[in-house]
T-cell receptor, first 111, second 115 residues
Framework: SQQGEEDPQALSIQEGENATMNCSYK?????LQWYRQNSGRGLVHLIL?????REKHSGRLRVTLDTSKKSSSLLITASRAADTASYFC???????????FGEGTQLTVNP | GAGVSQSPRYKVAKRGQDVALRCDPI?????LFWYQQALGQGPEFLTY????????KSGLPSDRFFAERPEGSVSTLKIQRTQQEDSAVYLC?????????????FGPGTRLLVL
């Protein structure tokens, strides 16, 4: 079963705009990760935020984590057509046994 | 190799046929994971190895699914008597850490179609 739930399921924006995707989860976590998947390819790790962190940046990516609301957001600034992909959040639970992925947000950036 | 590799990339099987999917993790990576990804869905955990030990196989959907990693490097996921519902992309991932919840590096996947 999926723990993470991404919102929205699909997002279409123009190049240069910012894209925000949200993830909610249900159980206690050690960390939350975001991955990108281009069509027909494997997943690529983007960023990991630990449960004691509130915000993290990597290039044009900004991730926030609110453990009280059990939610995270991924912001991609100044989007490019090459950012078109599916984005998944994955939670690392405190039991430490596995990552649990959400169902993803399909982002389309129109040139 | 630079990344995780999987073979074959595509596999078409007739219902009832056995298939074997191979994963070559990044050299030196201790942990290896298999996931099943249905169309339009996120990856679903199948099983996890730490070196040659299979520490968690609770995600395998039935006893027709079997995974091994006998020498702690290459892994094979075998599906016996394939059914149409087994059609999916099978992803392999590896990690140099022993923890199952840290950053994972994914292969391109094997797309299995059962007719």
């Amino acid at each position: 079963s999926q723990q993470g739930e991404e919102d929205p399921q699909a997002l279409s924006i123009q190049e240069g705009e910012n894209a925000t995707m949200n993830c909610s989860y249900k159980t206690s976590i050690n960390n939350l990760q975001w991955y990108r998947q281009n069509s027909g390819r494997g997943l690529v790790h983007l960023i990991l935020i630990r449960s004691n962190e509130r915000e993290k940046h990597s290039g044009r990516l900004r991730v926030t984590l609110d453990t009280s609301k059990k939610s995270s957001s991924l912001l991609i600034t100044a989007s490019r057509a090459a950012d078109t992909a599916s984005y998944f959040c994955a939670t690392g639970g405190t039991s430490g046994s596995r990552l649990t992925f959400g169902e993803g947000t399909q982002l389309t950036v129109n040139p | 190799g630079a990344g995780v590799s999987q073979s074959p990339r595509y596999k078409v099987a007739k219902r009832g046929q056995d298939v074997a999917l191979r994963c070559d993790p990044i050299s030196g990576h201790v942990s290896l994971f298999w996931y099943q990804q249905a169309l339009g869905q996120g990856p679903e955990f199948l099983t996890y190895f730490q070196n040659e030990a299979q520490l968690d196989k609770s995600g395998l959907p039935s006893d027709r699914f079997f995974a091994e990693r006998p020498e702690g490097s290459v892994s094979t996921l075998k599906i016996q008597r394939t059914q149409q519902e087994d059609s999916a992309v099978y992803l392999c991932a590896s990690s140099f850490l022993r923890l199952a919840t840290e950053t994972q590096y994914f292969g391109p996947g094997t797309r299995l179609l059962v007719l």
